[in-house]
């Protein structure tokens, strides 16, 4: 079947869908999420978390491949459209986000799930997960992660700064135990969207 499957994506403020996965162990900012926002598209997704264009978007579409079960639907396209209405920080990690919900509320079937974590290293080496646009700013690095849902398996990373092994072992540990918390919005986010059905 020939065709064209078109997913967009806003990433916009709304108020009464966010979920808190702030916890013992964790330090991500408060997730948004609404699905169904575009009437025209086959899917959309809104995804707010916490209030290089070519390089990033290689990256996403990457990550998106390494998961969407292309075989499935040949000479099909599947095109997802990332609109970044604010950057508070942890960018390609909200984008990563936006992207695996879209495909999901398009019905996109995928291997699993991915999500995106943003990692920064201060100067004295203390690693802060979610970081804002300052503290990126600060940081001596900055580590993005992207991570499937299976097993925690990592899809794609990209880093800029200076940092040893040991901390970007730190990173991804952080990560992984972080992706946790975002798969399990994710979960919320469409039982929430699924129940009203």
Excluded: W
């Excluded at 209030?51 to 997802?80: D, F, M, Q």
């Excluded at 946790?180 to 929430?192: A, K």
């Amino acid at each position: 079947m020939e065709g064209v499957m078109q997913t967009e994506t806003k990433i916009r403020a709304e108020s009464g869908i966010e979920s808190g996965p702030r916890g013992p162990g964790c330090s991500l900012r408060n997730f948004a999420c609404e699905q169904n926002l575009l009437s025209r598209p086959d899917g959309s997704a809104s995804f707010l978390q916490g209030v290089a264009e070519k390089s990033r978007e290689r990256l996403i579409r990457n990550t998106c491949e390494a998961v969407v079960l292309g075989a499935l639907h040949p000479r099909t396209s599947i095109t997802v459209v990332l609109q970044v209405v604010s950057d508070a920080g942890s960018l390609l990690a909200c984008c990563l986000n936006a992207a695996c919900m879209a495909l999901v509320d398009a019905g996109v079937p995928m291997r699993a799930l991915f999500c995106g974590v943003t990692c920064a290293l201060d100067s004295d080496g203390t690693l802060l997960l979610d970081p804002t646009a300052k503290q990126e700013k600060e940081a001596r690095a900055v580590l993005t992660f992207a991570l499937d849902s299976v097993e925690r398996k990592l899809l794609m990373s990209t880093t800029k700064g200076l940092y040893s092994d040991a901390e970007l072992q730190q990173c991804l540990a952080a990560a992984q135990a972080a992706s946790q918390h975002v798969f399990r919005f994710y979960r919320e986010s469409l039982q929430r969207r699924y129940s009203k059905s």
